[in-house]
């Protein structure tokens, strides 16, 4: 890892776009990919992760640092309609990217054509590898009560003509793959009706339908991916990540024609396209954004693109309700850091949280130690690292109350003036001051304080923001507290 970044450092690179990660934050000591991003940083170049694809557990987030732009993958408003029509006339609302012409076959449930002692308590239903029967299987539609890949591979080495597949996640997102055989992935709500039919059935039957790609719509988009990685962070749970979400949730992405489009041997398929899933789609959305605003701006720091894809982001959906995740509950920071990433709006922060890289190594202070830079000395009471000049805001362990700095540097015209709200959850108030920031110029930097207290019986995990607005930018900032 470390010799990658050297070779895209001594390349002179503008932008870093990293789809790597693990299933948790590592110290920054023992992360090569931060050590390396670091190194990057120093030189002025933009360093994108991904967030990684270990959630919706807390905790989860990985690529933590930072100098790292961190992202989390959401879902936009397209799905790839493929219903499945029961024999009784019933529909059960499906999701396939595989391409088939329409079909009717016989059906049936995966428990009833399991071969004798192949499966437990646990795992019956679920079409491991080598359960089910190819004598019961051959020439029927099989219903797996949750599956993908392997499930559908084990219908086909069975013989079954078609899968229909429970999703494995709960909600609304469906994570698409191109199956072999004809396959449609039923939502979990949806799979209650189906086992009920086949019970009900002396000869039950079941209809595949072709996809069709509906764009728009009433559903609430985007949500969050129910794989992508949450925090708080591990290491340093002052500090929010992931930072920002972007796609990331069935995305049409190139592929090469070297592979096969399921990913197995047997796939002989051959595709110049794909449409994948994970933070490793989210993380390249936002890299090609931050490479559109160094070309407009190619004088400003890492940092100041950080802060402009940040403070731009909108955190609610196309009804105007905030972020959902896959099961309608509303999302938080800790899942959509500062919010959904707006192209447009980030060429034009208004506003930025600039860092140096000596503030990055004084962070380091402030938290675990400084161990990545010998030349650099830390002060005998560093700060806190919520004090780090960074566009969100995190405070863990909160007893009464406390105050952090930021400060900001006009990025836009001068001679204006911003005035600050506040979204303030229960049992907590904010207090900023000034609470108005007048600039002369572009390049001025105005600091000011935010003390965040908590009152009696406050609820130990809230979420707030501030925000700066002069008319035209809008600054928002989220805050992300944990008390005792």
């Known amino acids: 890892m470390l010799a990658a970044y050297d070779d895209a450092i001594v390349d002179g690179v503008d932008i870093i776009s990293v789809s790597i990660g693990s299933t948790t934050g590592r110290s920054y000591v023992d992360d090569g990919g931060a050590i390396g991003a670091l190194h990057a940083v120093r030189r002025n170049i933009v360093v994108v992760c991904s967030a990684g694809n270990s959630g919706p557990g807390r905790f989860s987030v990985t690529n933590i640092a930072p100098w790292i732009l961190t992202v989390g993958a959401s879902s936009i408003d397209r799905v790839f309609s493929s219903p499945v029509v029961l024999g009784n006339g019933v529909v059960a609302e499906g999701q396939s990217i595989t391409p088939f012409v329409r079909g009717t076959f016989p059906l049936v449930y995966a428990p009833d054509v399991e071969i004798p002692g192949t499966t437990t308590n646990q795992t019956f239903g679920l079409c491991l590898p080598g359960t089910l029967s190819p004598a019961l299987v051959a020439g029927k539609a099989v219903f797996c009560w949750r599956g993908s890949t392997a499930q559908a591979l084990e219908v086909q080495r069975a013989g079954g003509v078609a899968a229909v597949l429970g999703n494995p996640y709960e909600g609304v997102g469906v994570s698409q793959t191109p199956y072999v055989i004809p396959a449609s992935t039923v939502l979990s709500d949806q799979k209650l009706k189906i086992f009920n039919y086949i019970r009900s059935s002396a000869a039950p039957t079941a209809t595949l339908t072709p996809a069709r790609t509906l764009i728009g719509g009433s559903s609430a988009t985007p949500f969050m991916a129910p794989f992508t990685s949450t925090g708080p962070n591990v290491i340093e749970p002052n500090l929010l990540k992931p930072d ?101 709006k980030a060429a034009d922060p208004g506003l930025v949280y600039d860092a140096t890289y000596s503030d990055y190594l004084l962070f380091l202070c402030s938290s675990i130690g400084n161990f990545l830079d010998p030349t650099f000395t830390c002060p005998i009471f560093p700060p806190s690292a919520s004090n780090f000049n960074y566009p969100s805001l995190a405070i863990t362990n909160l007893i009464g109350a406390v105050t952090v700095q930021r400060t900001v540097t006009n990025v836009g015209a001068g001679d204006t003036t911003y005035r600050v709200s506040t979204s303030v959850p229960r049992g907590y108030t904010f207090t900023i001051s000034p609470s108005t920031l007048h600039f002369s110029a572009t390049g001025e930097k105005q600091s000011f304080s935010i003390t965040v207290a908590a009152a009696a019986g406050a609820p130990g995990n809230a979420f707030g923001w501030y925000t700066w607005f002069d008319g035209t930018h809008v600054v928002r900032s989220p805050v992300v507290i944990n008390t005792v």
């Open 244 to 344: 920002i979400t972007a796609p990331g949730f069935n995305i049409l992405a190139a592929w090469s024609e070297v592979a096969s489009p399921f990913g197995v041997p047997s796939d002989n398929r051959v595709a110049k396209y794909n449409i994948i899933s994970g933070t490793s789609m989210s993380c390249p959305h936002v890299a090609g954004v931050a490479a559109l605003i160094k070309a407009i701006h190619p004088d400003w720091s890492s940092a100041a693109i950080r802060s402009a894809l940040m403070t731009t982001t909108s955190p609610v959906n196309n009804l105007g309700n905030l972020i959902t995740d896959a099961l309608g509950n509303s999302a938080s920071p800790l899942q959509y850091g500062s919010g959904h990433i707006q192209p447009s």
